[in-house]
């Protein structure tokens, strides 16, 4: 069976900061790649998606991603995080057969 | 185009008592997904639907349950209720479930049960 595992499960950070939020998954197969985000009171939607080509990815709001398959990752990164990025992360894995494999989450709080 | 919505927003049930749970999804999408979210468990897989069939299905027990009717609406049902069933319920839709396509997310149901 398929499992996602974000490593860091709460993650505080002052405006400017880098970011890095761990995401390993474990399947044999094909994958497609996603990272959700869920501001607060609102809905959980798509950062960025890989499904195949160039390993790096780039999202909405400056967020990237960049696919390491050798080591089953998947991690999102922004350069310079703001107030407003503070939310919930989720790392999702899809395989072909449309059964969708979401990791627990990490909450980032940005300090202004 | 309008978004995914559930209904209701909040819901308050009693152990032992059934609950139905709605989901419209995205105008033009078919598939619909059910996940289960807790603090605790974070998202968890319930089933999907595409065109009325039940394709995929998480681990949860047999208390938990769905259809999908001809217009890609679905519904999901909890019979016997029990403390630990009190989660957010999420519905995704999108327009097929081959792993190419986002899924779009409703603001969810708050189930609570006392």
């Known amino acids: 069976a398929q499992s996602v595992s974000q490593h860091n499960h709460h993650v505080i950070l002052s405006e400017a900061a880098s970011l890095e939020l761990g995401c390993n998954y474990s399947y044999g197969g094909t994958v497609n790649l996603f990272w959700y985000v869920q501001y607060p009171g609102q809905h959980l939607q798509l950062l960025l998606k890989?499904?195949?080509?160039?390993?790096l990815v780039k999202g909405i709001k400056g967020f990237e991603a960049e696919f390491i398959k050798s080591k089953f990752s998947f991690n999102l990164r922004k350069p310079s995080v703001q107030w407003s990025d503070t939310a919930e992360y989720f790392c999702a894995v899809d395989t072909n057969a449309g059964k969708s494999t979401f990791g627990d989450g990490t909450t980032l709080t940005v300090k202004p | 185009k309008a978004g995914v919505t559930q209904t209701p927003r909040y819901l308050i049930k009693t152990r032992g008592q059934q609950v139905t749970l709605s989901c419209s999804p995205i105008s033009g999408h078919r598939s619909v997904s059910w996940y289960q979210q807790t603090p605790g468990q974070g998202l968890q897989f319930l089933f999907e639907y595409f065109s009325e069939t039940q394709r995929n299905k998480g681990n949860f027990p047999g208390r938990f349950s769905g259809r999908q009717f001809s217009n890609s609406r679905s519904e999901m049902n909890v019979s016997t209720l029990e403390l630990g069933d009190s989660a957010l319920y999420l519905c995704a839709s999108s327009l097929s479930r081959n792993g190419y396509n986002e899924q779009f997310f409703g603001p969810g149901t708050r189930l609570t049960v006392l």
């Open positions: 890989y499904f195949s080509g160039d390993p």
